[in-house]
C-alpha cells in the first residue's frame, strides 16, 4: 500500500479522494492540540493518524507500520494536567514545577509496556509491538485489533447466555490472572476496554498507569461507571487485584442480563443487585454466585482473585451428603488457610454464599437463622383466650392505625398538588423494636415520579428519608431533570433515612444543534451544554472574516441537525489574520 493514498482516519487506502469512502476522514483536518499532527512519521516507521481515545495518562492513534504495511495502534504517554504541545512544534512541553512527577509517570509508562511484552503471547492481551521515546515522551506501539468494543456489540445485538458467555470470558479471567502475577493490575477493565475479534475472541486493552483510573492523583481520573470499584473512588481504599475481580464480574453481569450495574458508590447504600427472573433461571446456581461473591462492594467480602473467581465458575460446589448420626460430635477445628494471604493486606473471613433460586437472584441478600427453643412452657386453653383476645385487639388498633395513614391521609390530600405531598406524616407501630422501649416511627413515601430532580436534591422537606439519584437515562416521555421512577413505592410505610433511589431523565435522546459559529469558545461550550451536547476537538486556523479566538465552523455538521444527546460538536477556532 502507498502512503499517498492512506487514509489517516482508518489506514485503508482511498486512492486519490479527498474524503474517505469507508471512515469519511477528510484530508487536511487540522491538527488538534495537544495531539500530534495526522501523518506524522514516528521512528521513520510508523505513520500516526487521527486520535482514537485519551486518558488522563495519554493518547491512543491509529497508525500504520511501513515496515509491514500493516495497520497498528500507538499510544503516547501526553497526560495533559502535566504538559503540553505547541503547533508545528512535536515536542513535549512539561508545565512549570511538574518535571518529577512527570518523569516518574514516563517511568511507569515505560514499565508497564515492559510487563506487557511479556505477556503478549497470551491469547486475551493486545501484543506489544515496539517501544521507544522520542519528542521528550515514549510510545507504545500496538497490533491492531480488528474488532469492535463489547460494550458495542451488547448494545446493538443482545445479551449472552451462560454458554456463550463461558468460553470467551475464562480465556479473559485466566489472562488477566497471568498480569496479576507478574504485578501487573489493569483498574480499568469495562466493556469499552473488551475487544471482541472477527474470529469471535475477546482482547483486553487500555492497561496503563493505575493513577488513571483513581481518584485524588496527578492524573485526570478516568471512571467506568458500573464497572470501577468502590476503592478506586477515594484516596483510602485497598487497590489491588481484587478491583479487577470487581471489574470483571460487572462486565460479565452485564453480557448477561444486557444491563449496566449501578455505579459503586450508589452500591455502598443499596448493595442487592437483581438479576432478572428470565436471564437467572437459565445460569446455573454457581455462576450466580460466583458473581454474587466477586461484586461485594465491601472489599472484606469480595472474591479475592482471578484465579479464585475462575475455580468458582467452573468448578460447582457439589451437594453436600446428609450427615449420619453419631453418638459425639467434637467440636469443628477453625479453617486453616495456612499462608494464602501472606504480602497481602489482612481480611475478615469471607461469609457464606448462597445461590440465589434460579426464578430470581439477588445479591448481597442478608440471611437469617432461627430455632426454636426448647422446654417451651405450655398455656393453658383459659389463658390461651385471653391472650388471643389481646391479640386480637392489639391487630385492630394496628390495622386501624395503618389505615388512617396509608388511606385517609391520602384522601384527605389527594386535591393538593404532587409537589405539596406532605412528606412528614407518620405513623406509630404499636410492634416494639427490639428490646426498646419505644415503639417505631415509619414515614410514608412521597410520590417523587414526575417530579423534578432539582427540587427534590438537598430538600428539607424530604429530609425524613435518604433520596439519591442512582442513574440518568434518556426518556421521551419525561422532559429533562424529572424523575422517572423510585425505589420505594409512593405510599409506602417505612423508617427513618429509608435509602430511595430515583432514575431521573435526560430528556430526549436527540438534540438540535446550536448555531454557534462566530461565537467564543467559552461561550459556544456553555450553549452546547444548555442543549444537551458537549464541545469536542477544537482545531485552529487562520481566518481574515473571523476574529482571533470565535468559532470559524463546526466539523462535520450543521446548525440546525438533529443529532444524540451527549454527542462532541467538533469546531474551527480562529487564530485570526494571518498577516
Known sequence: MEFKGLCLGCMNNKGDAMECPKCGYVDGTPQVLP????????KERYIVGKHLSSNGE??????????????????EYLPKTLCSRVKDDDNIIIASGNKLVYQDYLQDFMEIGRALA????????????????????AYIVYEFVDGKPL???????????????????????????????IGLVHFGISPENIIMTRSGTLKLQGFGSPDAHLAETELNPEFYEGFSAIEQYSLEGKKGKWTDVYAMCAVIFYALTGKRPPDAVSRSYEPRL????????????????????????????????????????TNPVPRRPEPKPVPTAAPAAAPDYGDRYVDEPSYQEQPTRMAAPAASAQMNRPMRNYEPEDDEPEISPYKYGIISGLIGFVVLGVIALICLNLIVIPMMNKNKDDEEDDTTSSYVSSQ?????????????????????????????????????????????????????????????????????SVVVSKGSKMRTVPNIIGKTVSEASKELESAGLALGDQAEEYSDD??????????????????????????????GSED
Open 35 to 42: 495531539y500530534l499532527e495526522p501523518g506524522t512519521l514516528l
Open 58 to 75: 495519554g493518547v491512543t492513534y491509529i497508525g500504520f507500520d511501513v515496515t509491514t504495511n500493516k495497520k497498528v495502534t500507538v499510544r
Open 118 to 137: 511479556k505477556l503478549s503471547n497470551l491469547p486475551s492481551i493486545v501484543p506489544v509491538i515496539d517501544m521507544f521515546e522520542a519528542n521528550k515522551t
Open 151 to 181: 460494550d458495542e456489540i451488547i448494545k446493538r445485538a443482545r445479551r449472552f447466555t451462560w454458554e456463550e458467555a463461558r468460553p470467551l470470558f475464562l480465556p479473559l479471567i485466566s489472562t488477566v490472572n497471568s498480569a496479576h502475577s
Open 274 to 313: 437483581n438479576m432478572p427472573a428470565d436471564v437467572a433461571q437459565n445460569i446455573p446456581t454457581h455462576v450466580v454466585t460466583a458473581l454474587a461473591g466477586g461484586l461485594q462492594v465491601s472489599i472484606e467480602s469480595r472474591t479475592h482473585s482471578m484465579e479464585e473467581l475462575k475455580n468458582q465458575f
Open 432 to 500: 416494639d423494636d427490639g428490646d426498646s422501649s419505644e415503639p417505631t416511627v415509619l414515614y410514608r413515601v412521597p410520590k417523587l415520579v414526575n417530579k423534578k430532580w432539582s427540587n427534590i436534591d438537598g430538600n428539607e422537606k424530604y429530609s425524613n428519608f435518604y433520596i439519591r439519584m442512582s442513574e440518568e437515562v434518556y426518556d421521551e416521555n419525561y422532559e429533562e431533570g424529572r424523575i422517572i421512577s423510585q425505589s420505594v413505592e409512593a405510599g409506602s410505610a417505612v423508617a427513618k433515612n429509608t435509602p430511595i
Open 546 to 575: 473571523v476574529e482571533s479566538g470565535k468559532i470559524i465552523r463546526l466539523n462535520g455538521i450543521e446548525p440546525g441537525k438533529k443529532i444524540q444527546a451527549g454527542s462532541m460538536i467538533n469546531v474551527v477556532v480562529s487564530l
